[in-house]
């Protein structure tokens, strides 16, 4: 069964930074295409990055691209995502999930409607 834990989130001041880790079981992190997403409060799912298995191809969403980055921890089979340069509209619980994609800048979660409990990221004065 494939289980997700995420963990990192925080409150943090405009332009700061987050170091967001996804510890995966059930598989390898090398296996699945594994995303970041976000959901801020009273608004659906958006994705954020895609880390692809085939040479570690990364995607990420338009309204993060140069701030946010998604690698692989092997040792720790896990994906993290580096948040940085923060805005108050990067608020919201960051999930991990797969499989994702990415279209026209686009990221998209492939698979069923279902999500962990996620980590909260307060961005705020």
């Known amino acids: 069964q494939l289980r997700f834990s995420e963990s990192g989130g925080g409150l943090v001041q405009p332009g700061g930074s987050l170091r967001l880790s996804c510890v995966i079981s059930?598989?390898?992190?090398?296996?699945?295409?594994i995303g970041w997403f976000r959901q801020a409060p009273g608004k659906e799912h958006e994705g954020v990055a895609c880390?692809?298995?085939?040479?570690?191809?990364?995607d990420y969403a338009d309204s993060v691209k140069g701030r946010f980055t998604i690698s692989r921890d092997i040792a720790k089979n896990a994906v993290n995502l580096q948040i940085g340069d923060l805005k108050p509209e990067d608020t919201g619980t960051y999930y991990c999930?797969?499989?994702?994609?990415?279209?026209?800048?686009?990221?998209?979660?492939?698979?069923?409607?279902?999500w962990g409990k996620g980590t909260l990221v307060t961005v705020s004065s």
């Open positions: 999930a797969s499989p994702c994609g990415s279209s026209d800048g686009v990221v998209k979660y492939y698979g069923a409607d279902e």
């Open positions: 059930g598989f390898t992190s090398d296996f699945y295409p």
């Open positions: 880390l692809s298995p085939v040479d570690d191809n990364t």
